[in-house]
């Protein structure tokens, strides 16, 4: 099983991002898609999720509104758009994969987690 999370970058407040997560190893059309961050100091936070049929999605209180994620299972990928960025949502942005639909934004209820991509908001 494999997660591979990029497109981590260096980006301006008010800017944009789109990360991927490229999935290998398991059934990728029967799993939830989630992902998670953690900033310097701070625990890891629940940011998004996506269904397995990508109906139903899920935000953190603090990226509602500004975030999206989507799914696309012919090509075994995740991806999390990013859009009017802050400084805040600088952090190491995880994707994870989970198969039951318990326990949701719950960190330790996830199967399959990948390595991470950094996300730096600075002018």
């Known amino acids: 099983v494999q997660l591979q999370a990029s497109g981590g970058d260096l980006v301006q407040p008010g800017g944009s991002l789109r990360l991927s997560c490229a999935a290998s190893?398991?059934?990728?059309?029967?799993?939830?898609m989630g992902w998670f961050r953690q900033a310097p100091g701070k625990e890891r936070e629940f940011v998004a999720l996506i269904s397995w049929d990508g109906i139903t999605t899920r935000f953190g209180d603090s990226v509602k509104g500004r975030f999206s994620i989507s799914r696309d299972n012919a090509k075994n990928r995740s991806y999390l758009r990013m859009n009017s960025l802050k400084p805040d949502d600088t952090a190491i942005y995880f994707c994870?994969?989970?198969?039951?639909?318990?326990?949701?934004?719950?960190?330790?209820?996830?199967?399959?987690w990948g390595q991470g991509t950094q996300v730096t908001v600075s002018s």
């Open positions: 190893g398991f059934t990728f059309a029967d799993y939830f």
């Open positions: 994870a994969a989970k198969r039951s639909a318990t326990d949701l934004t719950t960190m330790r209820s996830y199967d399959y």
